[in-house]
């Protein structure tokens, strides 16, 4: 109302006269209301489109400001599609043997990801990466992942798993026999910092790329990364498949469970074949910057003090560590023993596969008696600073009961911990050096 009585006062005051009908000042009044307001609809829709289709979303982890989300993008432009582009993708994912697969690894430039890559070009299969290289750690050492697996014939794609237009292209381009799904926002104690990295990621790409899968004609068998987090705040030791999983302590925990949730769904409606598989603690070379046990191993070389954590009452932290060749040993028996999803796309035909397993290594290792192993193949003593387990996600213990696995595809860990940290330290200082180049 304010807006109609300042149209109808004169700009010279006295001179004001009814000369004209007000039936035609209200026209006028209408007309620049409706012009303006059309202005603005077509502002607002316009923001619309440019922020949901023009800017695409990556599951790099974003920092709290604005500023620094766009600069963490991993899909600023479109980097892929083209002849070439579509020749190197079908060369990588060529099968090499009578009885190889085709398989799609997620997050092909991550710890496990990197290793299960090669070990399944080893042996003949067709294998193609998919990594965004965020900045979650050093992309440096995502890079230098890369070029290794490249050396030895395995070609990522630089793309995001939130892109179904990418993901879709991938699936025309090569009919993938299975997906190894191993991209994921990882990390107990960044969840406090970012928390939407993990839904992006965890939840969100899942759910995207089962979504590609379901459609897909034939539907690739999946066999994805889940995690020991799952269990939680459970007392029962060693965890079991069938222990309960509904007290997560932290929300990349959640966002884990969450993932077997709706694996049961794209299972239970679309027929497709899914494995879960629940790491412990996984080290090893090229491994995480961000586990215990790497900076652990940078801050003793440096000469910087530790922190070794007390559960309540003074009890033991302690992690059922899991050598990264093991786990690779489980994560191809059970791409071999997964059986071939029942859909066709988008429709099921029949009940599928749907499978949950540990793959830890049944041997609890308390976290102080992991520095003393790395005091002993650094030579040089660590300085020590115990403090009580904050309350940030971390759990005191995790021990793994692997009789499932064992029994489903022979799963058997056969590396103790003194021996993996001997060949992880022996990578450390052949890749940073003695501590001289440690800060990454």
């Not at 007000?22 to 316009?46: D, E, M």
């Not at 083209?82 to 690894?105: H, N």
């Not at 697996?149 to 025309?172: H, M, P, Q, T, W």
């Not at 790329?209 to 987090?229: D, G």
Request: net charge positive; charged share 20%.
């Amino acid at each position: 109302m304010k807006s109609s009585l300042m149209d109808n006062i004169p700009s010279t005051p006295g001179k004001f006269k009814m000369e004209k009908s007000i039936y035609n000042h209200r026209f006028r009044w209408h007309y620049s209301y409706l012009a303006k307001l059309t202005f603005w609809s077509f502002v607002f829709f316009g923001l619309i489109f440019v922020f949901f289709f023009k800017s695409p979303a990556s599951s790099a982890p974003s920092s709290i400001s604005s500023s620094s989300d766009l600069s963490r993008r991993s899909l600023k432009t479109r980097s892929w599609g083209g002849p070439g582009w579509e020749k190197r993708v079908k060369s990588s994912a060529k099968i090499r043997s009578k009885t190889g697969f085709s398989v799609l690894v997620t997050g092909a430039a991550g710890f496990v990801g990197t290793h299960v890559s090669a070990a399944l070009k080893r042996r003949g299969d067709g294998v193609l990466g998919l990594d965004n290289f965020n900045d979650y750690y050093d992309p440096a050492l995502k890079r230098a992942r890369q070029a290794l697996l490249e050396r030895s014939g395995v070609y990522i794609v630089e793309g995001d798993i939130n892109d179904a237009a990418l993901l879709k292209k991938l699936f025309e381009v090569v009919h993938f026999t299975h997906v190894m799904h191993l991209a994921a926002q990882a990390g107990v104690r960044y969840a406090m910092q970012n928390p939407k990295s993990y839904i992006h990621s965890n939840i969100a790409g899942f759910v995207n790329l089962l979504e590609i899968c379901k459609n897909a004609n034939p539907q690739p068998a999946i066999v994805w990364a889940s995690s020991s987090s799952v269990y939680g705040l459970n007392t029962k030791v060693p965890f079991s498949e069938k222990d309960r999983t509904d007290q997560p302590a932290s929300l990349y925990a959640a966002t884990k469970k969450a993932g077997e949730e709706i694996a049961h769904t794209y299972n239970h409606i679309y027929g497709l074949s899914l494995t879960g598989l629940r790491f412990f603690t996984v080290y090893g070379p090229w491994g995480r910057p961000d586990m215990a046990y790497f900076f652990f191993t940078k801050d003793i070389l440096k000469g910087k003090s530790i922190p070794i954590f007390e559960s309540i009452n003074h009890g033991t932290v302690a992690r059922d560590f899991t050598y990264i060749d093991d786990v690779v040993k489980g994560c191809l028996g059970a791409l071999d023993t997964a059986e071939k999803s029942t859909g066709s796309g988008g429709k099921k035909k029949g009940a599928a596969q749907l499978r949950i397993f540990n793959l830890g290594n049944t041997s609890p290792v308390a976290v102080s008696d992991l520095v003393s192993i790395l005091e002993r193949l650094l030579k040089t003593k660590a300085k020590r600073r115990v403090m009580k387990l904050p309350r940030n996600g971390d759990v005191p213990f995790t021990h793994a009961n692997i009789s499932f696995a064992q029994k489903e595809f022979g799963y058997k860990p056969t590396t103790d911990l003194q021996t993996g940290m001997k060949k992880f330290v022996r990578w450390y200082v052949s890749y940073y050096g003695s501590g001289k180049r440690t800060d990454h």
